[in-house]
């Protein structure tokens, strides 16, 4: 539930629209906070406020070129699993698994890495043993 409300916040926050009503909001109290009467102390807040409200626009421009560098990288991925050989195409989208199946599938490659370690480890010859990521493992592979 958590992960999937992040991935929406993530992408919410990274977009056009968030970027210009936040900056929308900053103006209005730039312009509205001298009629709200702060006395002396207007200018020093003002002073010490707008570095801050740039920081967070900027934090938008980030999040939305993170976002899109993402999606990038993804795609180039889900390209390579599936033109390769022998490669699992259950793995294309694994982004889109909840923390608990992502963990599983995370397991089942250190029981994996573990078995490959221990078999190179006492001289035997190394090779690439078989995995059902989204499955049962295979013990006897490798």
């Known amino acids: 539930m958590f992960a999937r409300f992040a991935r929406w916040m993530s992408r919410a926050?990274?977009?056009?629209?968030?970027?210009?009503?936040?900056?929308?909001?900053?103006?209005?109290?730039?312009?509205?906070?001298?009629?709200v009467d702060h006395g002396v102390n207007w200018k020093a807040m003002l002073l010490t406020n707008v570095p801050t409200l740039f920081t967070l626009l900027m934090v938008f421009v980030v999040q939305h070129t993170q976002n899109h560098h993402n999606d990038a990288v993804q795609i180039k991925l889900d390209e390579l699993i599936r033109a390769l050989e022998g490669a699992h195409n259950s793995m294309v989208n694994l982004e889109?698994?909840?923390?608990?199946?992502?963990?599983?599938?995370?397991?089942?490659?250190?029981?994996?890495?573990?078995?490959?370690?221990?078999?190179?480890?006492?001289?035997?010859?190394?090779?690439?043993?078989?995995?059902?990521?989204?499955?049962?493992?295979?013990?006897?592979?490798?």
């Not at 056009?16 to 001298?34: G, Q």
């Open 13 to 35: 926050m990274g977009t056009s629209s968030a970027l210009m009503l936040t900056a929308l909001l900053c103006v209005a109290w730039l312009v509205l906070s001298p009629l």
């Open 96 to 142: 889109e698994l909840s923390p608990s199946e992502l963990a599983q599938v995370k397991a089942k490659y250190e029981a994996l890495a573990d078995r490959v370690r221990t078999a190179s480890g006492s001289g035997l010859a190394t090779s690439t043993p078989s995995v059902d990521p989204l499955g049962a493992a295979d013990p006897t592979a490798g």
